[in-house]
């Protein structure tokens, strides 16, 4: 009796153990990768909202645009019904296909998780809030560590999605458009630039935290051509109905 009670407690030793490793075999598996594609005309401003309990997950939409908009991370401690929440700003200079991309967020246990992705549309309105003519040249870098550029008074409403497109002559040129309070730097953290390609249109989208004034900027990334660049800065607005 005492052997097979010896026998018994080893056989549970190993299944507690749980099955044989198998070190140096490869292993198969899936990494759950979701797509969606949208088509998005000039006409409008997008916002892009991704939201997942307890882990948030990345969201790209492609080579098309840059930058990221707004976060709002779950609970450090992880709670299950905390949410955390991802939006990207986001207006082409013309209509596209772009490929919405949400990866899996590290340090995530097994099997699916689930999210939520909503494209919200903004129709912008056709008469321009903005729209000034001017060129850049060197002497426009207001110091040694600040962007070539010109500044313009918008009032602004909170809340509401601004779009600011800046075109370029200047081939060798990137152009820069945003908006920043008045008085304060520029808000670099709440927008989406479109187009990351030399002498192209780009399209910044901005949604103001506050209501009062503000500045529309027509600015280049970089040095500018001794010959200057000449541009044409538009603002249009989040159509009020």
């Known amino acids: 009796m005492s ?4 026998c018994l407690a080893i056989a549970s030793a190993l299944a507690a153990a749980g099955p044989a490793q198998d070190f140096g075999k490869p292993i198969q598996g899936q990494v759950q990768i979701g797509l969606h594609e949208f088509t998005l005309s000039p006409d409008s401003a997008y916002i892009v909202r991704l939201s997942s309990r307890k882990y948030l997950h990345d969201l790209y939409l492609g080579e098309t645009f840059t930058q990221v908009g707004a976060t709002t991370y779950p609970d450090e401690k992880g709670a299950q ?3 955390g929440v991802r939006e990207l700003f986001c207006s082409p200079v013309k209509e596209c296909k772009v490929a919405v991309r949400v990866t899996p967020a590290g340090g995530l246990p097994g ?3 689930p999210y939520t ?3 919200e549309r ?3 309105s056709k008469k321009p809030l903005l729209q000034v003519k001017g060129k850049l040249t ?4 207001p110091a040694p560590d600040k962007s070539i550029g010109k500044h313009y008074p918008v009032q602004l409403v909170k809340g509401r999605l601004y779009v600011a497109e800046m075109t370029i002559d200047a081939k060798g ?3 820069a458009p945003g908006f920043g309070r008045a008085g304060e730097p520029a808000d670099w953290s709440n927008f989406l630039t479109g187009s990351e390609k030399r002498g192209h249109p780009a399209r910044c989208v901005f949604r103001p935290k506050y209501d009062g004034k503000y500045h529309a900027m027509a600015e280049l990334f ?5 010959a200057g660049c000449s541009y044409t800065l538009t603002v249009y607005q989040e159509t009020k109905d």
């Open 138 to 141: 060197a002497k426009d870098r």
């Open 81 to 83: 019904n905390e949410t």
């Open 173 to 175: 040129e990137l152009a």
């Open 3 to 6: 052997r097979f009670l010896l």
């Open 122 to 124: 903004h129709k912008l």
């Open 222 to 226: 970089g040095d500018v051509a001794e």
């Open 111 to 113: 099997g699916p998780q």
């Open 117 to 119: 992705l909503v494209v």
